[in-house]
């Protein structure tokens, strides 16, 4: 009998036993499921065996169904603590940002690691992923608004939906990949298991859906966003089918697979990708065509792009590319694969002057990511639409650097490669074709790079040498650029050094024992701004004296004096220390450049208390801050007070960071507005990284700055633009800069990377619809 697991930490969510009980239950009942999907598939196995029509068949399908037979107790045994750590791998607690990475992506660079019996695995998971959304993407889309309300959360937020058909479908391929059977054997079974398990799956769903209707969950509604951009929540509509979610709330074909240019055409896929990667495509690099005589690439950039009332159109001449495929290539039946593929190519911009004519499979292979590749690239949004096109006009000399040299591909230090990130790098620090400077870069890169789109690429010698010049011409701006960062480094650390010794400073002044009996305001005073105080005396000193300044000694002596009933018995040595306590104070606050405004009232009242020593005046309102420990309890660290609160940056390293010490109320009109979040629906802060691109709001204009440092103990945040303009925050701003809609952060992965990325993604996707 199947004990059920003791709640697991990693499934609790405070107030939410609906959710609890939930998650448990579909744990407890795992091994009955696991054998219901084994028994189905068992049943399929033997109406396919039935139906062979070759002994091979026949045979193959009785031996998976013998082998099933044989291990189903043991998958059974094993699929509830395969469940249970699939689940603790891919379940987010509400505010914490999803996994970052989907288990079923493919990456372009780890494909070459990848054997041949792991790509093919990874496409057989692929077609289970698929046929697992068919099967229950109606329920799903009910199911993930009970669950997000039974988690408190006010809309539905799919990724915090640990029951996800992909964490069942990763539970069941662990389990299978550790039965000893053939490897043909297993991937039998998974083309069936992924059928039966989405039957089970769909009845599943359907039954806790009844379950958290009865226990009186309320779905949560699903965002949408009007037309005038305010942003509404929808419940499910009756039938299952959520409003304007479509694909993303199912696993769907989306599979995380974008789509890219040419992603229908059946000559890319996993296996021909990979076999690619690894250099087992040999071709004889064909001679190269001259170069047509044309206008010069940089003049002719230069004029469309000086033109503002039309968008750029770089379409180097076409070339039509005659091919001759070896007659091996028939018997795969791959000729008119790549027939057709180079008439496509051929209709496209990008095969101008200069274009080897392709040899065989491999270089039709290597054509094709180079179009996807530079396709995905000129339409990655981060980049001004003058590079996009930019890039576009590199085509041709990319296409011959692929057939000449290969290891474009496969090494990511390729000069090229370098070549193209060092280019989609720096384009990134620009937000569109207006913004300051990008027109000084536009040039460097016209006059640079531009006549690589004309040339006969020879080597990749030709892009490191183009490489090497543009990082000269950047030398002396980046120079500028690093001096105002290193300035505004300087300022931020020095006030997140004063802020940390501050809040040991007002953690020594907390244990003083007539702090208690002083008034809050004054105290506050001392546990703050005076904290400040003392401390940059400490930072600034070059004595090694244990008080410079005595500013510490005045602590004493202030807390004295703001007591009237002490006072008033010695109001001859208090006449004498005013002008003395008044004076100093106002010079030590000088040090840090602290406002007089908001020390205005701490000095009226303090000079109220005098008076009241000298008239004689009533006893003063009692301190509004928590008294100190009474005389011989247990010894307690006080709390750091300055470490809750906001660092006192000085004008001056303010204005050498670009401090915002507030946020703009609201973006502009003419900028989509986003809903202020609600502490629940808060989202969650995004994994911050130095040389992390963001959009931010700077007096009501976007700024495209980069995240250019973080203060050691998380105090500052330091961004610089491409004209080394700073703007600094600390993290709480940041924290509001985010939720207010006024901070976006870009996708922190290389564009270059991403385009990639997106090939293999793309060849994947050909791979899944069986195209070969």
Avoid at 277 to 300: K, V
Avoid at 320 to 338: G, H, I, R, S, Y
Avoid at 478 to 495: D, G, N, P
Avoid at 627 to 642: N, Q, R, W, Y
Wanted: proline share 8%.
């Amino acid at each position: 009998m199947t004990q059920s697991a003791p709640p697991d930490k990693a499934f609790s969510d405070g107030n939410a036993p609906h959710y609890q009980r939930l998650v448990q239950g579909v744990l407890a009942d795992s091994r009955q499921l696991m054998e219901r999907v084994a028994e189905a598939t068992r049943m399929s196995l033997q109406q396919r065996q039935d139906q062979a029509r070759t002994p091979g068949e026949h045979q193959g399908m009785l031996e998976a169904q013998q082998q099933l037979m044989r291990l189903t107790s043991v998958m059974g045994e094993r699929y509830p603590g395969a469940l249970r750590k699939a689940l603790e791998q891919q379940t987010t607690a509400p505010g914490e940002e999803k996994p970052s990475r989907s288990l079923f992506t493919i990456h372009f660079d780890e494909l070459e690691l990848m054997d041949e019996s792991q790509v093919t695995e990874s496409i057989e998971r692929a077609r289970a992923t698929q046929v697992l959304a068919s099967a229950v993407e109606g329920p799903l889309a009910d199911l993930d608004a009970l669950v997000c309300a039974a988690r408190g959360l006010p809309r539905v937020q799919p990724e915090h939906n640990p029951l996800r058909p992909e964490v069942f479908l990763q539970a069941l391929q662990a389990v299978v990949s550790q039965m000893q059977a053939p490897a043909q054997v297993r991937q039998d079974w998974m083309a069936h298991m992924a059928k039966a398990l989405g039957s089970e799956l769909r009845g599943l769903y359907l039954a806790q859906i009844d379950k958290l209707k009865q226990g009186g969950v309320q779905p949560a509604g699903y965002a949408m966003r009007q037309a005038d951009g305010q942003v509404v929540y929808v419940a499910p509509a009756g039938d299952g089918v959520s409003p304007g979610f479509g694909a993303e709330t199912g696993m769907g074909m989306d599979l995380g697979l974008p789509a890219a240019a040419g992603s229908g055409d059946p000559l890319l896929t996993l296996d021909r990708l990979r076999r690619l990667l690894i250099g087992e495509f040999s071709s004889q690099a064909a001679p190269a065509q001259p170069p047509a005589a044309d206008e010069p690439f940089a003049e002719r950039f230069a004029r469309e792009f000086e033109s503002p009332a039309v968008l750029p159109q770089i379409d180097p001449p076409a070339t039509d590319f005659a091919m001759t495929v070896p007659a091996a290539f028939e018997a795969l039946q791959e000729m008119n694969q790549v027939g057709q593929m180079m008439e496509r190519l051929g209709a496209q911009p990008g095969n101008g002057p200069g274009q080897r004519r392709a040899a065989g499979l491999g270089d039709a292979l290597s054509m094709e990511v180079v179009a996807l590749m530079v396709d995905n690239i000129a339409r990655d949004s981060r980049l001004p639409w003058p590079v996009q096109q930019f890039v576009r006009a590199l085509e041709p000399a990319l296409m011959q650097l692929a057939l000449a040299d290969p290891r474009f591909f496969s090494n990511k230090e390729h000069p090229a490669r370098r070549l193209l990130q060092d280019i989609t790098d720096h384009a990134m620090a620009f937000n569109g074709a207006e913004a300051p400077g990008f027109k000084h870069f536009m040039r460097s890169l016209m006059d640079l790079a531009g006549p690589l789109a004309s040339a006969t690429i020879e080597s990749a010698d030709d892009f490191e040498q183009v490489r090497q010049q543009l990082h000269a011409q950047w030398a002396g701006g980046e120079q500028a650029r690093e001096q105002e960062r290193q300035r505004a480094i300087e300022a931020l650390q020095h006030a997140e050094q004063r802020h940390l010794l501050a809040a040991q400073i007002s953690g020594e002044i907390r244990l003083l024992p007539q702090i208690d009996h002083i008034p809050g305001e004054i105290a506050q005073f001392l546990l703050g701004p005076w904290a400040q105080v003392i401390a940059q005396a400490r930072l600034a000193d070059k004595t090694g004296s244990a008080d410079p300044g005595s500013y510490q000694e005045l602590v004493g002596i202030l807390v004295w004096s703001a007591q009237p009933e002490l006072t008033r018995m010695h109001t001859g040595e208090l006449a004498r220390l005013i002008p003395q306590l008044l004076a100093r104070l106002r010079d030590g606050l000088a040090l840090i450049d602290y406002p007089a405004d908001r020390t205005e009232a701490v000095f009226e009242q303090l000079m109220q208390l005098h008076q009241q020593a000298f008239q004689g005046g009533p006893k003063p309102a009692a301190p509004s801050h928590s008294p100190a420990p009474p005389p011989g309890a247990e010894s307690v660290e006080p709390p750091d007070l300055l470490l809750d609160e906001e660092p006192w940056v000085a004008p001056s390293e303010a204005q050498d960071s670009g401090f915002m010490d507030d946020l703009q109320p609201s973006v502009p009109g003419d900028l989509e507005p986003l809903p202020t979040p609600t502490p629940a629906d808060a989202p969650a802060r995004p994994a911050l990284a130095v040389g992390s691109w963001v959009n931010l709001l700077v007096a009501g204009q976007w700024e495209r700055t980069q995240l250019s440092w973080v203060g050691s103990h998380g105090t500052f945040f330091l961004f610089t633009n491409a004209s080394g303009r700073t703007q600094s925050m600390t993290l709480r701003l940041l924290d509001r800069c985010i939720q207010q809609g006024s901070l976006q952060v870009l996708s922190q992965q290389p564009v270059v990377d991403v385009a990639l990325d997106a090939v293999a993604q793309t060849a994947m996707r050909n791979s899944v619809e069986g195209k070969q």
